[in-house]
Every structure is written in C-alpha cells, then in structure tokens.
C-alpha cells in the first residue's frame, strides 16, 4: 500500500499563489499513475494534474491547465503542485493519489474515473479568502 502525505496547505487571498507537495512510500515496481486531485464544497472529487511512470508528459485538467503547474522528481515519488492566481472557488481539500498508468490522462479529464484511484493521502486544506 503506497503512503502519501500532502503539505503546503495554507490560507491565501485571491490572485496569490501556493505550492503544494507530496511525499510518498511503498511504491509499486510496475507502472503507476500520481497525480492531484481536489473537493471543493459542493463538487465531487475532480483530477487536476497527472503523471504516469510509463509516460513522460503531465496532464492537466482543462480548468487549471496553464494556472496550475505539476512538477515531479525523476522517480515521481514527490510531486509538486504550483498554484498560481487562486480565487475562492479554488478553496477545497487537495489530495495526492496513486493508481494504474491507465488512469492518467482519464483521471483529470472524466471526473467517474477518480474514484478508481488506489491510494490517497489524507488531504490538505487550501482555503482562499480575502
């Protein structure tokens, strides 16, 4: 079972910026996919950023791509998450998940496929308020 855990939550006014990141352990030796993922109140859990051992492009939710940014050290055991020009409807947990190669790009383009991931970290708070 692979553990995540996510840091970096903060509360920040609209326009800022913030990085999350993601450590983890127990990684499988077969291909996996690692990615962020958030709850907003109200939503369901969306994807927002991925990679796949197998695939060295990232992928990006078409609501954050360009405004949000995935970086990755070179064994995509520790993810980062760049977060730039927030607003208030960006406040919500954010999560850090594993699961199969498959699920990137799927998992932040079809929202049913989320639930298919693995392992998930606890979760942070990002709460934008002026």
């Known amino acids: 079972q692979v553990q995540l855990v996510e840091s970096g939550g903060d509360l920040v006014q609209p326009g800022e910026s913030l990085t999350l990141s993601c450590t983890g352990a127990?990684?499988?030796?077969?291909?996996?996919?690692i990615g962020w993922y958030r709850q907003t109140p109200g939503k369901e859990r969306e994807g927002l950023a991925c990679?796949?051992?197998?695939?060295?492009?990232?992928y990006y939710s078409r609501f954050v791509e360009g405004r949000f940014s995935m970086s990755s050290d070179a064994a995509k055991t520790t993810v980062g998450l760049q977060m730039n020009a927030l607003t208030p409807e960006d406040t919500g947990v954010y999560y850090c998940?594993?699961?199969?190669?498959?699920?990137?790009?799927?998992?932040?383009?079809?929202?049913?496929?989320?639930?298919?991931?693995?392992?998930w970290g606890r979760g942070i708070q990002v709460t934008v308020s002026s």
């Open positions: 990679v796949s051992t197998s695939d060295a492009k990232t």
């Open positions: 998940a594993v699961g199969l190669p498959g699920l990137c790009p799927s998992s932040v383009i079809v929202q049913s496929t989320v639930r298919f991931l693995r392992s």
């Open positions: 127990g990684f499988p030796t077969e291909d996996y996919t």
